[in-house]
């Protein structure tokens, strides 16, 4: 499969030949699902906590006595039911984590990078630099590339010029390639990306033996 190559000024000035084992999967949709939901889940805290009647500070004492009193019966002012007392049911810390095969991981990776890749919204560009961080720069380097909507820039290491030239554009968000991930694939609509971050992408999703493609 073949990616046209364009400079700064949206211009098409070659084509790059990149791997149909990382570029012209099928579309797995069960796989991306259970990467995002994965990605989500790992990305909550989980440190809600609430108090029980056992760690509650206050007395055990029975407020009154049982009977007689014509009122209800109540227990301590530790009680789910009084003001200040215990929670019942209450969310406790806990871990949401899950876990995935890395193999899955790489697959639904694959796939949305093929989705984008047939739909021409991997724009790859040959040198992803700018010589100072300008806003003004970054948006004109956007627009001359046909990007209408918005935009995951994808750096081969992280550069300081094109973060924060792009960090003020709405829509916009930088990673470095290391970094590829679902929820951001799926996020933005276009993935700009220069020719040595392409291949840093293909090298690591490249499938090994006896690997499933798709």
């Known amino acids: 499969m073949q990616l046209p190559v364009r400079n700064l000024a949206g211009e098409v000035v070659d084509k790059i030949e990149v791997d149909g084992s990382v570029f012209e999967v099928p579309l797995n949709r069960a796989v991306v699902h259970q990467a995002m939901v994965r990605q989500l889940a ?9 108090k029980t009647r056992a760690e509650v500070a206050g007395s055990t004492r029975k407020l009154y006595r049982q009977k007689h009193t014509g009122r209800a019966r109540k227990g301590s002012a530790k009680s789910p039911l009084l003001k200040g007392g215990g929670v019942t049911f209450g969310p406790h810390q806990r871990s949401y984590r899950q876990r995935m095969p890395k193999k899955m991981r790489r697959l639904a990776l694959r796939c949305l990078l093929s989705a984008k890749a047939s739909s021409g919204e991997i724009l790859v560009v040959d040198k992803l630099k700018l010589e100072q961080p300008k806003t003004a720069e970054m948006a004109k380097v956007l627009s ?6 918005s935009a995951l820039v994808v750096t081969h290491k992280p550069e300081a010029s094109i973060v924060r030239s792009a960090q003020n554009l709405q829509g916009v968000r930088t990673l470095p390639a290391d970094l590829l991930n679902v929820k951001d694939l799926l996020t933005y609509d276009y993935m700009v990306i220069g020719v040595d971050g392409l291949r840093a992408v293909e090298n690591a999703l490249t499938v090994k033996s006896g690997e499933r493609v798709g």
């Open 42 to 50: 790992n990305a909550r805290l989980g440190t809600a906590d609430t």
């Open 144 to 149: 001359a590339l046909g990007v209408k909507s």
